[in-house]
């Protein structure tokens, strides 16, 4: 499909914006044609063609501000421009919320770096505290990079490669982070497909052919449930989906799976209007398919990060196993998109950046820059105990998440203060007194018992995080000892 800025500009319009912002993504349009005017991509498409593409993928993911458009259209201006253009340019051109969102994308112009590593952690420190400070900035960067690697075949073997492993290093969790997973779906088969082809062809072609038997029997399910459900007047939309391509190779690298044996490569969705006829719907599912029980998860109650959803699995009329999830149609752009996806329901965008800032993931970002005067001493504390893999665990204030492999220990200095870490007796761990070394597991419930004093010597040797050795240290520092 041809983008061109007409076709943006209808697409801003047809969801309400008004022709004075359209005006403006007009004259953003004008100016990044100007200054990309006659480069040529590696495609051989002119360069103006990606701006376009960015701006047309945010549109792909609901999102219709004509800030972020504008920004997207001009996202490459203050990097590329060949004549000194600036952020105080773009304001005084476009408006100043836009100035900033671009100026939030630009790599670092001007500064002298030793190598390529103090290079990559200045940006990347850089882009974090912008999107800290504007959740925006980084949709733009993954609409940007999502672009980049849907048209990386242009580019070198090698290249390419060395791309798809940044992607999966940096931009892989940062969409996690700021909840945009259908972008984090996208990426990881982007760039599965760029280290691996000749598996990534042979996992998509027999994940089709099972699609293709599974899919008459999910029909029927779905038909069963949907008739059941107008019967007690529970309005709903049943959404067909897959598993994707990356997710299907990580169970079969990592879990020993036979892609046979994975049961929800096809699965379906209920989108319904409330959170109590999620749960109405959940009973009806069961009075009609008998549940495998161990396998019912409750995310509406419980969510992990920006994600709710009902879960269950059931065994169909042959016995086998079928996923259905269940949730509202807000949950549902939440978990297509993130809290951006707010914005058409009516909320406001400074509601949604305090709801952003107030996770966990942010504060601990927000920590670690005041840690690290160091950019490369900052992006490695980011990468550890932010960008890795995380488990959910429960704790007194719910459903909690925490990097992959922490300790018990690594939880108390995570959310207890150093008070309580100073009074610290034991951690209590689905009910049973664990040392606390003990590698905390997905789902596992923690408890924290702070009525004694121990013995603090050598605690560092239960850790694994940076946040709790520097603790940890500074237990142990005369001023704060007790």
């Known amino acids: 499909m041809n983008i061109t800025i007409e076709s943006i500009i209808r697409e801003l319009k047809k969801h309400g914006v008004s022709s004075e912002k359209t005006k403006e993504v007009y004259e953003a349009f004008i100016i990044a044609d100007r200054i990309h005017g006659g480069v040529i991509r590696q495609s051989g498409e002119p360069y103006i063609t990606h701006p376009l593409n960015v701006a047309n993928n945010l549109l792909k993911w609901e999102i219709y501000d004509p800030d972020v458009i504008s920004a997207a259209l001009l996202h490459d201006t203050i990097e590329d421009a060949a004549f000194d253009y600036r952020k105080q340019d773009v304001a005084a051109s476009i408006n100043p919320t836009v100035a900033t969102l671009v100026e939030g994308v630009t790599k670092l112009k001007?500064?002298?770096?030793?190598n390529k590593e103090e290079k990559i952690a200045a940006n990347t420190r850089k882009l974090i505290k912008a999107t800290d400070e504007d959740i925006r900035v980084g949709y733009i960067k993954l609409a940007d990079r999502y672009h980049n690697m849907s048209t990386i075949s242009w580019k070198s073997p090698q290249k390419q490669k060395e791309n798809a492993a940044e992607t999966l290093k940096l931009f892989v969790p940062l969409a996690i982070k700021i909840g945009n997973y259908k972008a984090k779906n996208e990426l990881e088969d982007l760039s599965l497909k760029c280290m691996n082809p000749e598996t990534y062809n042979l996992i998509e072609?027999?994940?089709?052919?099972?699609?293709?038997?599974?899919?008459?029997?999910?029909?029927?399910?779905?038909?069963?449930?949907?008739?059941?459900?107008?019967?007690?007047?529970?309005?709903?939309?049943?959404?067909?989906?897959?598993?994707?391509?990356?997710?299907?190779?990580?169970?079969?690298?990592?879990?020993h799976k036979k892609i046979e044996?994975?049961?929800?490569?096809?699965?379906?969705?209920?989108?319904?209007?409330?959170?109590?006829?999620?749960?109405?719907?959940?009973?009806?599912?069961?009075?009609l398919n008998i549940p495998v029980n161990e396998r019912i998860k409750d995310y509406i109650s419980n969510p992990r990060g920006f994600y709710q959803s009902l879960h269950t699995t059931v065994l169909d009329e042959e016995g086998n196993e079928r996923k259905i999830k269940m949730r509202t149609e807000q949950m549902d752009k939440r978990d297509a998109y993130g809290l951006i996806a707010d914005l058409n329901m009516g909320r406001s965008f400074e509601k949604i950046q305090k709801e952003f800032?107030?996770?966990?993931?942010?504060?601990?970002?927000?920590?670690?820059?005041?840690?690290?005067?160091?950019?490369?001493?900052?992006?490695?504390?980011?990468?550890?105990?932010?960008f890795s893999d995380a488990i959910y665990v429960y704790g007194p204030k719910g459903n909690i998440t925490i990097k992959k492999g922490s300790t018990a220990l690594d939880f108390v200095c995570?959310?207890?203060?150093?008070?309580?870490?100073?009074?610290?007796?034991?951690?209590?761990?689905?009910?049973?007194?664990?040392?606390?070394?003990?590698?905390?597991?997905?789902?596992?419930?923690?408890?924290?018992?702070?009525?004694?004093?121990?013995?603090?010597?050598?605690?560092?040797?239960?850790?694994?995080?940076?946040?709790?050795?520097?603790?940890?240290?500074?237990?142990?520092?005369?001023?704060?000892?007790?």
């Open 110 to 114: 001007g500064m002298e770096f030793t």
């Open 205 to 255: 072609e027999r994940r089709s052919l099972i699609i293709e038997q599974q899919r008459p029997s999910l029909e029927r399910m779905a038909e069963r449930i949907q008739k059941r459900l107008k019967e007690k007047g529970i309005k709903n939309t049943i959404v067909f989906r897959e598993k994707t391509i990356n997710n299907i190779y990580k169970e079969i690298n990592n879990d």
């Open 261 to 287: 044996n994975i049961y929800d490569i096809s699965y379906f969705k209920i989108l319904l209007d409330s959170i109590d006829e999620c749960y109405l719907t959940l009973g009806v599912i069961h009075s």
């Open 357 to 386: 800032s107030e996770k966990w993931f942010d504060k601990k970002l927000q920590e670690i820059d005041a840690e690290y005067a160091n950019d490369i001493e900052y992006y490695n504390a980011m990468m550890e105990d932010v």
């Open 414 to 482: 995570e959310f207890y203060s150093l008070e309580e870490l100073h009074n610290l007796s034991s951690i209590v761990v689905n009910g049973v007194e664990v040392p606390f070394d003990y590698e905390l597991k997905n789902n596992d419930t923690v408890k924290v018992v702070c009525n004694g004093r121990l013995d603090q010597n050598d605690w560092s040797e239960y850790v694994t995080t940076k946040k709790a050795k520097v603790i940890i240290k500074r237990m142990n520092e005369p001023n704060n000892a007790e």
